[in-house]
């Protein structure tokens, strides 16, 4: 229930050698049964939270009073198939719901798994992209055929095998890009000598908070952040060809980063 976000992974291809628990591929059907098993898993979720907070209401708290009222609205809400995201729109009712961590609140990606030969879609897959835009979720598309191969191929060759197919990235980035999306990700490096590390940040973080993401005594000492964008950072060959073209910064607290910078933080504790 922790999760940040949900993916449906859903059959969007036909084969005769492949049989489907239900005897027909319907996307719609299969993704239609585990919302509803979401839904119900809620459902129980929030009957418990009403019989608590019934319990505590009876002393005439507002504030408790208050938090039952949205659990009975909300508990209503998902009974009548409205959707949760729906309703967080005031802080209170969020407030109220989260420590629920409701499966039916997450955001959701659909992955339709189609044949090898229908990556650009088929009348299933294009259902599915129907479905998924009425519930505000992200789709995408990919072969766990050709993912399968890709696994099974010496990481120096992916990228050739990817060309041949005419991709230009596998469907688990595809996944992993959606996710970011979805959940409003960001990644910033850092880059030595030795080793180049990826560190994921909220849109819209700032230096300081970065810095945070590495170790603590780098936000609560945060002096400046030596920053060069990530084009700037291939195109120049690295950190040296960026500092000798001037496109080294020096970003201070406010300074609020953009997706793929390359940063060296300096701090005092």
């Given at each position: 229930?922790?999760?940040?976000?949900?993916?449906?992974?859903?059959?969007?291809?036909?084969?005769?050698?492949?049989?489907?628990?239900?005897?027909?591929?319907?996307?719609?059907?299969?993704?239609?049964?585990?919302?509803?098993?979401?839904?119900?898993?809620?459902?129980?979720?929030?009957?418990?939270?009403?019989?608590?907070?019934?319990?505590?209401?009876?002393?005439?708290?507002?504030?408790?009073?208050?938090?039952?009222?949205?659990?009975?609205?909300?508990?209503?809400?998902?009974?009548?198939?409205?959707?949760?995201?729906?309703?967080?729109?005031?802080?209170?009712?969020?407030?109220?719901?989260?420590?629920?961590?409701?499966?039916?609140?997450?955001?959701?990606?659909?992955?339709?798994?189609?044949?090898?030969?229908?990556?650009?879609?088929?009348?299933?897959?294009?259902?599915?992209?129907?479905?998924?835009?009425?519930?505000?979720?992200?789709?995408?598309?990919?072969?766990?055929?050709?993912?399968?191969?890709?696994?099974?191929?010496?990481?120096?060759?992916?990228?050739?095998?990817?060309?041949?197919?005419?991709?230009?990235?596998?469907?688990?980035?595809?996944?992993?890009?959606?996710?970011?999306?979805?959940?409003?990700?960001?990644?910033?490096?850092?880059?030595?000598?030795?080793?180049?590390?990826?560190?994921?940040?909220?849109?819209?973080?700032?230096?300081?908070?970065?810095?945070?993401?590495?170790?603590?005594?780098?936000?609560?000492?945060?002096?400046?952040?030596?920053?060069?964008?990530?084009?700037?950072?291939?195109?120049l060959q690295g950190?040296?060809?960026?500092?000798?073209?001037?496109?080294?910064?020096?970003?201070?607290?406010e300074y609020v980063?953009?997706?793929?910078?390359?940063?060296?933080?300096?701090?005092?504790?």
């Amino acid at each position: 229930r922790e999760v940040d976000a949900i993916i449906h992974v859903v059959r969007a291809f036909n084969d005769d050698d492949i049989t489907h628990v239900s005897g027909r591929v319907d996307p719609i059907s299969d993704a239609g049964t585990i919302e509803t098993e979401l839904a119900l898993a809620d459902l129980e979720t929030l009957e418990r939270a009403i019989e608590r907070t019934s319990k505590a209401a009876k002393t005439g708290d507002k504030k408790v009073l208050r938090e039952l009222e949205i659990l009975k609205t909300t508990h209503e809400a998902l009974s009548n198939d409205t959707q949760i995201a729906a309703l967080l729109t005031e802080d209170e009712v969020i407030h109220t719901l989260k420590p629920l961590c409701l499966l039916t609140a997450k955001p959701v990606v659909y992955v339709a798994n189609v044949a090898e030969s229908e990556l650009e879609g088929n009348e299933k897959v294009e259902a599915l992209r129907k479905h998924a835009a009425e519930a505000a979720a992200q789709l995408v598309v990919v072969s766990a055929a050709i993912e399968q191969e890709i696994s099974e191929i010496d990481p120096n060759d992916r990228l050739s095998f990817l060309e041949d197919l005419g991709l230009e990235e596998s469907g688990l980035d595809k996944v992993i890009r959606a996710g970011y999306e979805l959940l409003g990700l960001q990644t910033f490096f850092t880059a030595g000598p030795k080793e180049v590390r990826a560190w994921t940040v909220r849109r819209g973080a700032t230096a300081p908070q970065a810095a945070g993401e590495i170790h603590t005594d780098f936000e609560r000492g945060f002096i400046r952040a030596e920053t060069i964008a990530y084009d700037d950072f291939i195109d120049l060959q690295g950190e040296q060809g960026a500092r000798e073209a001037g496109r080294l910064r020096l970003e201070g607290k406010e300074y609020v980063l953009s997706d793929g910078d390359i940063m060296h933080f300096r701090f005092n504790v």
